[in-house]
């Protein structure tokens, strides 16, 4: 089992920064993807960013070059750093991590959430 606990995330001003954090503990192995997704109210949740294990990034367009993705795999961590918000960014941020598990013979995917962190973004 896998635990993820979020933390940052608030209100801002339109144009502010933000920065979100998420620490996660239990059977985490070494081969893996962190990321983070949003949900917003009456909408699908979507990817905002991933990152792999060896540092490989992936970003939503809506926030390329707006939004940072890193982390430490030292102390299974993973941060968003969000500049230069839009009110459109208001939303729900959940942290995942996505990562292969043996059930009996069988090399299974499996994803893990955070409880979430609101994000709001006034005008």
């Known amino acids: 089992q896998v635990q993820l606990v979020e933390s940052g995330g608030g209100l801002v001003q339109a144009g502010g920064s933000l920065r979100l954090s998420c620490v996660g503990s239990g059977s985490i192995f070494a081969i893996n993807v962190m990321g983070w997704y949003r949900q917003a109210p009456g909408k699908q949740r979507e990817l905002v960013a991933t990152?792999?294990?060896?540092?490989?990034?992936n970003y939503a367009d809506s926030v390329k070059g707006r939004f940072i993705i890193s982390r430490d795999n030292a102390k299974n961590t993973v941060a968003l750093q969000m500049n230069s918000l839009k009110p459109d960014d208001t939303a729900d941020y959940y942290c995942?991590?996505?990562?292969?598990?043996?059930?009996?013979?069988?090399?299974?995917?499996?994803?893990?959430w955070g409880q979430g962190a609101q994000v709001t973004v006034s005008s």
């Open positions: 995942n991590l996505h990562q292969l598990e043996t059930r009996s013979v069988w090399q299974v995917p499996y994803d893990y």
């Open positions: 990152i792999t294990n060896t540092g490989s990034a």
